[in-house]
């Protein structure tokens, strides 16, 4: 249980899996939504982890907002936010990088 | 010693159709001398166990008997596996405790499920780890088997390994044409053969036709192909789970499998995923001598999409640029 937020603990998510000690982690938190703010943008959304806490603050441009606990949740509660699929093979995705 | 550097117990799924042979290879691997610190788990999707008495070699024995693992039995199964790693626990790592846990699935189950219920329990994700999926296929039935029944197909679909049984018997003309189609509905497995669960040789089948079957009921029924991913070095562990959480999600139907090595801060880590669902990544020695396996290469097996796609996205992912 976090002391803080009262959010449960929970089986560690697959995708934390790859830091060793608590700065790996900090640092995995803001990598992770760098690299989400170059994907979520094309669905009108942004994401925010202040590293304060759990989870990942997904937000649309019109200021509705939710955490996400994880990856997994992650793309199901941006789905609901953007009101649309989102798909990593979108052709904005891959079509891009010419610049 | 079987278990895993971080001390989680490897867990072997054994599947494979009804009468597919799946009692008969164990009972030969266990006779030659195989798992030989495990538990083997026997599951019967009928109430009254039968396999348990042909599997005397066993080190240790258990049999769930009340429905299959995959579907009425799951909460049977968590239970014994509980069971079975709450006692593990109790024993110091230095002294006898297994280090595998050998699960024969009914001949009704689907892998997946099984390996659903395994990740989403908070207790087994710490002690148990997913190691290898074998499939058996009977040779007379197969074809029967993937043709008609959606479960045949996923079944072997999810392997790691399939083991084709019973090579000897049946129509030995067709033998190859049968390989070739297990090959296109499951591009990334190694394929042997056994005879009463000892190895027997299986004949070439490069540039044999495949039999047309069925896709199986999920699926939009284009072919399956295997994409070999190399992970650089400007992708990171971050970027790459960002990258892979959105893209199973999205396509889980069709990605089928993922599998691979990739090095992270924290090690190197075995990567594995059967649909949707990512077990919790292993940690592997640091060199281990094994030539089959490349590191930051993963192994992408499924339809619906080009491999250029996925490197594409990865790529624009991590912020890399792709060219």
Not at chain 1, 25 to 47: H, K, M, N, Q, S
Not at chain 2, 21 to 32: S, V
Not at chain 2, 56 to 75: F, I, M, T, W, Y
Not at chain 2, 193 to 206: E, H, V, Y
């Amino acid at each position: 249980m976090c002391a803080s937020c009262g959010y449960p603990a929970r089986p560690g998510h697959w995708t934390e899996a790859g830091a060793v000690d608590s700065h790996d982690r900090i640092r995995a938190r803001f990598r992770r939504v760098e690299v989400l703010g170059r994907v979520l943008p094309a669905y009108g959304l942004t994401a925010h982890d202040g590293a304060q806490v759990p989870g990942i603050q997904v937000g649309t441009l019109s200021g509705n907002q939710t955490i996400a606990l994880d990856l997994a949740e992650l793309w199901v509660v941006a789905e609901k936010l953007a009101g649309r699929p989102v798909d990593p093979l979108d052709p904005c995705f891959i079509g891009g990088e010419t610049d | 010693m079987a278990e895993t550097r971080d001390g989680r117990v490897k867990l072997t799924i054994l599947g494979g159709f009804l009468g597919s042979g799946k009692t008969t290879w164990l009972r030969h691997q266990l006779h030659e001398g195989r798992f030989p610190d495990a538990v083997i788990v026997v599951n019967e999707a009928a109430g009254t166990p039968v396999d348990d008495a042909l599997l005397s070699k066993a080190a240790r024995l258990v049999v769930l008997a009340d429905g299959c693992a995959c579907c009425e039995g799951r909460d049977g199964l968590v239970a014994l596996l509980r069971g079975l790693c709450d006692e593990r626990s109790r024993i110091d790592s230095g002294g006898e405790r297994f280090g595998r846990i050998v699960l024969e699935t009914s001949g009704l189950a689907d892998p997946g499920p099984i390996i659903e219920a395994i990740r989403s329990d908070p207790v087994l994700i710490h002690h148990i780890v997913v190691s290898e999926i074998i499939v058996l296929i009977d040779a007379v039935n197969a074809l029967g088997n993937l043709a008609g029944d959606p479960l045949g197909r996923r079944q072997v679909e999810t392997a790691d390994r399939l083991i084709v049984t019973k090579v000897d018997e049946g129509d030995q003309a067709g033998l190859p044409h049968l390989l070739a189609t297990i090959r296109v509905v499951n591009p990334g497995a190694a394929i042997t053969g056994a005879i009463r669960g000892s190895d027997a040789p299986l004949p070439d089948f490069a540039g044999v036709l495949p039999t047309p079957v069925a896709a199986s009921d999920d699926a939009s029924g284009a072919p399956l192909f295997p994409t070999r991913l190399a992970i650089d070095p400007s992708v990171d562990w971050t970027a790459f789970t960002v990258w892979l959480s959105a893209l199973l999600h999205a396509r889980g139907d069709d990605v089928l499998r993922v599998k691979g090595v990739v090095r992270t801060a924290a090690g190197r880590l075995l990567l594995q995923s059967v649909r949707k669902t990512v077990q919790s990544p292993e940690i592997l020695p640091p060199q281990e001598n094994d030539p089959s396996r490349e590191d930051n290469t993963i192994v992408v097996i499924g339809r619906g999409y080009r491999a250029e796609d996925l490197r594409r996205s990865l790529a624009h992912f991590a912020g890399s640029r792709s060219g």
